[in-house]
């Protein structure tokens, strides 16, 4: 049947996911939506036909309408989250970052052991984007040869006036540290971050923008430039330079205009809006494998992966070192999904 879905967190992401849920996707409902912020969550709930609002995720996840559950609440609140939803075992998408460091990252990793097999999909939306899985399919092809560097761009029109300089690691860089890890098949071994004077226009904390360099335990280099305030668009680019060639994703496409002597396009301006594709094929996939009674997608084990990238990569940008990543073994349990 239907599947019931309780969303847990209703800021930009939660809304989004249950605008999804409801408007673009089959197979799955908005049973419950969860907020500390009641008026925010009955706000929402009044949306959706049936839907329950509730400031209590355990509350919305004992409901007997809710058969899986959707964490989109800031990623501090994601730990008792899952943990909750796997008391009940109810399988579970939870946004990115799967927890904010390594050891509750670990943490969930037991507790999903312990149930015996996978509940939990992480919302690393970009292996879902159109684009990424054609360059994915391209290099797992293999004509370009081995991939040497990957060239990353990530840059947001803006970010919140709380966010800081470590979040652009562990927010925005995460990113760029599962793509690595998804499209070279390779574990990132080392980090060190690079900045140039911050720009002028950057908020004192953040120091924007900064470069993060990877190195892979396949002999890979990686370079990300991160800007969180370039205030023009939302930017995501990755040119793999290979053996043999390269292949680029992420350039401005779409409609382009001419007129008075000028030519030109629009840019993206969030996430939301950029990868709207990416986000209803994770939602649906998530969901469709749910009703078969499946787990597919980036596991739990990616997210502790890059719990423990973005360790070492915030060690990294304080010291201006560059510094080692620390992991675990990866458990038999976790054993590569090659889909
Ligand atoms: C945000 O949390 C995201 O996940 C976006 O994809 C990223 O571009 C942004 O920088 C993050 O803050």
Redesign the pocket.
């Known amino acids: 049947g239907t599947l019931g879905v309780a969303v847990i967190g209703t800021g930009k992401m939660g809304a989004d996911h249950v605008r999804r849920i409801d408007a673009v996707i089959s197979g799955a409902r908005v049973a419950a939506v969860a907020d500390i912020d009641g008026d925010r969550a009955e706000a929402l709930a009044k949306t959706v036909e049936g839907c329950t609002a509730y400031t209590d995720p355990a509350a919305a996840m004992a409901s007997p309408d809710v058969d899986a559950v959707l964490i989109a609440s800031p990623g501090p609140a994601h730990e008792e989250a899952l943990l909750t939803a796997f008391e009940h075992d109810l399988p579970v998408l939870c946004e990115?970052p799967l927890t904010p460091d390594p050891e509750s990252a670990l943490r969930v990793l037991e507790a999903e052991q312990r149930l015996g097999r996978r509940r939990v999909q992480v919302g690393f939306m970009r292996r879902f984007d159109s684009e990424y899985m054609r360059l994915k399919r391209t290099l797992a092809e293999g004509h370009l040869g081995r991939p040497l560097m990957l060239h990353c761009r990530?840059r947001?029109v803006s970010?919140h006036p709380y966010?800081t300089a470590e979040?652009l690691i562990t927010?925005?860089v995460?990113?760029e540290m599962d793509c690595t890890r998804w499209l070279l098949e390779q574990e990132i071994t080392a980090v060190t971050v690079l900045r140039p004077t911050p720009s002028s226009l950057s908020p004192e904390q953040l120091n924007d923008p900064q470069l993060v360099i990877f190195e892979t335990d396949g002999g890979a280099l990686v370079d990300v430039e991160i800007f969180?305030n370039c205030g023009f668009g939302?930017q995501?680019r990755t040119e793999a330079v290979c053996e043999r060639g390269t292949a680029r994703i992420g350039d401005d496409h779409g409609m382009f205009t001419n007129a008075a002597g000028r030519w030109g396009g629009e840019i993206a301006q969030d996430?939301v809006e950029r990868?709207a594709d990416a986000y209803d094929r994770e939602v649906q996939q998530w969901v469709d494998a749910t009703r078969r009674g499946e787990v597919v997608g980036p596991s739990a084990w990616d997210g502790y992966a890059v719990a423990a990238v973005s360790r070492a990569g915030v060690t990294a940008q304080a010291t201006g070192r560059r510094t080692v990543v620390e992991m675990i073994e990866r458990p038999a349990f976790y054993a590569p999904d090659r889909r």
Do not use: I, L, Q, T
């Open positions: 990115k990530h947001n970010v966010f979040m927010d925005s995460a990113h969180g939302y995501v996430y990868f």
